[in-house]
């Protein structure tokens, strides 16, 4: 058995094949085998191939008709008769130490990732890689494409039975995702050890917009691979955020005739949080704005915050490019319509200070007592007054400011200190209110940092129960289950019964039981919204102790999905607009 065997597809590479293969014969390592399969070329790389093997009899011709680079791999595969495996496309070379350095570090391990460059022949330049090593923390991030970044233990692929699919695109994505599931280990090595080309003539990317359906190809057998060994769970949020990733890319190639249809097709396979046509799906509120440091102009990102006379005007543009509906502000119908105009007609300073997750346990104290306050560890004003030695091995850091600027710690000895830093010096720097929309009552909180007890039931799980409440009468509560697994919601009314109507998430797959202290939750909800139009009452419910969680004033910035679309208008009935004051 020779230590590696090197895989080479080959179709009319006649340009770059022998800097392909002179980088191969020519390595340190000498103990491997080279398998050319000539993909039924019709320039001279048949006869190149043939030249090298006359003076390298490591070198292995194999002749099939076109059938495609995944074709190709997979006789590869069978042919080999390495310890490792490798693949190495007709048109890239990689560095003479490449496969030594390799098969040195591959250890124990499945796989061994290396690093690539990237050589664009229009500008003949090099385009080198972050020297930062990834980590191996999420396979659908680290595990890119490319298959020659990667060496693999060929026991590993042969015994799970891996290959290529054998479509006209994408045919090494299944090839890429399903070994990295299966991997009993993976390691990353810093070396940059292969140079890939990009923007040559024989490049498929001209014509890759034909097949847009291989990507879905690829995602459908990974998914069935995921389920068959039980791995769904576990990789359900990165799974479907990856082939959403991957889906975007080859819409933007896909031919414009087929868009629509690939759409719906690709919106089919996607989980309703997940899909491209999602509301959720757009580009945060931001310009650029060019300036001059030292004569020199530099772009720089801000957040789009328009003067009040003109919030009006920038609110309709903002719902129209995100909802495509015209907003109706003279007189709104809609849920998400009312929503707006709450936005801008009713944001007061007391919704202010109820928006503010460190001023409104103050409020939740006199109003409901302080039993139900998650305990709090500290507040700061940055992230560096923080003394983490004080703190226990669990916790939950916050911005009070606004939404999603949380950072959970479940073991405060590998809490990256450094990543969660660079997280709230940004988010400390964000207005919040002009980040989704113009949610007004959170323009004038100021941005503190806030540690509380990490909470968790005895099923090491934390359910949401958010409680819709218009003009003080709880109507509608959320269930928000696996919110960073899989994130599913049901919604009820208050009798418990699942309600006809989803709001963004799939319904869980199991029953959920009623709390047994629900109408006690009810009851809390009721009293916090007395005297506002519409409030979401947010509590956590952990192993029958009842607590806060904050008060949603501008549910999902109004622009909420409901499906069936009826449910928004539905619920628009339900919300009773106070009288406009004259400004």
Request: positive net charge; proline residues 4%; glycine residues 4%.
């Amino acid at each position: 058995m020779v230590k590696v065997s090197v895989i080479i597809p080959v179709y009319n590479a006649e340009k770059h094949l022998e800097e392909c293969i002179k980088s191969v014969i020519n390595q340190t390592l000498t103990d491997i085998e080279i398998i050319c399969v000539n993909d039924g070329s019709n320039d001279n790389s048949l006869k190149i191939l043939e030249q090298f093997q006359e003076k390298d009899n490591r070198i292995k011709i194999i002749t099939q008709k076109n059938s495609g680079a995944g074709k190709a791999r997979n006789v590869g595969i069978e042919s080999a008769n390495g310890e490792f495996l490798y693949f190495l496309d007709s048109d890239d070379y990689i560095e003479l130490n490449a496969m030594e350095k390799l098969t040195n570090s591959i250890g124990d391990s499945d796989i061994c990732l290396c690093k690539c460059q990237y050589y664009d022949e229009n500008t003949n330049t090099i385009k080198k890689p972050s020297k930062k090593l990834k980590k191996l923390n999420n396979i659908f991030k680290i595990h890119p494409v490319p298959l020659f970044t990667k060496l693999y233990k060929t026991s590993f692929i042969k015994e799970n039975n891996i290959k290529c699919q054998e479509t006209r695109i994408c045919n090494d994505v299944y090839f890429n995702y399903a070994s990295a599931i299966l991997a009993s280990s993976i390691i990353s090595i810093p070396d940059i050890l292969v140079t890939y080309r990009v923007s040559h003539s024989g490049s498929l990317s001209s014509s890759r917009g034909k097949y847009t359906y291989c990507v879905l190809e690829a995602f459908s057998a990974l998914k069935e691979l995921l389920e068959k060994h039980n791995k769904m769970n576990q990789w359900h949020k990165e799974f479907y955020k990856c082939a959403r990733r991957c889906f975007k890319f080859e819409l933007k190639l896909c031919d414009k005739t087929m868009k629509t249809y690939y759409i719906e097709q690709m919106d089919k396979f996607l989980p309703i949080q997940y899909r491209i046509g999602n509301l959720f799906d757009i580009q945060k509120e931001i310009t650029h704005v060019i300036i001059k440091i030292f004569g020199f102009k530099i772009k720089i990102r801000t957040q789009n915050c328009p003067p009040p006379e003109k919030y009006d005007i920038y609110l309709k543009k903002w719902f129209f490019n995100i909802t495509g509906c015209v907003l109706n502000l003279d007189n709104p119908k809609t849920f998400n319509e009312k929503i707006q105009w709450l936005k801008l007609y009713d944001s007061t300073p007391l919704k202010t200070k109820l928006a503010d997750k460190y001023l409104v346990r103050e409020w939740i104290k006199e109003k409901i007592g302080e039993e139900y306050l998650i305990p709090l560890l500290g507040v700061w004003d940055k992230f560096d007054d923080i003394n983490f030695d004080k703190l226990p091995q669990q916790f939950v850091l916050k911005g009070n400011h606004g939404c999603a600027y949380n950072y959970i710690v479940k073991d405060k000895s590998k809490m990256d200190i450094k990543d969660a830093r660079k997280k709230f010096n940004k988010w400390m720097k964000e207005n919040f209110a002009y980040k989704h929309g113009l949610e007004l009552h959170y323009k004038d909180i100021p941005p503190k940092i806030t540690a509380e007890t990490y909470i968790e039931d005895k099923n090491k799980e934390l359910n949401d129960y958010k409680i819709m409440c218009f003009s003080g009468t709880p109507k509608f509560i959320w269930v928000d289950k696996g919110r960073f697994t899989d994130h599913r919601r049901n919604i009820y009314n208050t009798n418990w019964e699942l309600q006809p109507f989803l709001q963004l998430w799939e319904n869980t797959k199991e029953e959920i039981l009623p709390p047994e202290n629900l109408d006690k939750m009810i009851n809390l909800a009721r009293i916090l919204s007395e005297g506002f139009p519409f409030v979401r009452v947010d509590f956590y419910n952990v192993d029958g102790k009842i607590y806060f969680g904050e008060m949603t004033f501008t549910s999902a910035s109004g622009i909420e999905r409901f499906i069936p679309s009826d449910y928004n208008r539905i619920l628009g009935d339900m919300l009773e607009l106070p009288i406009k004051e004259n400004k």
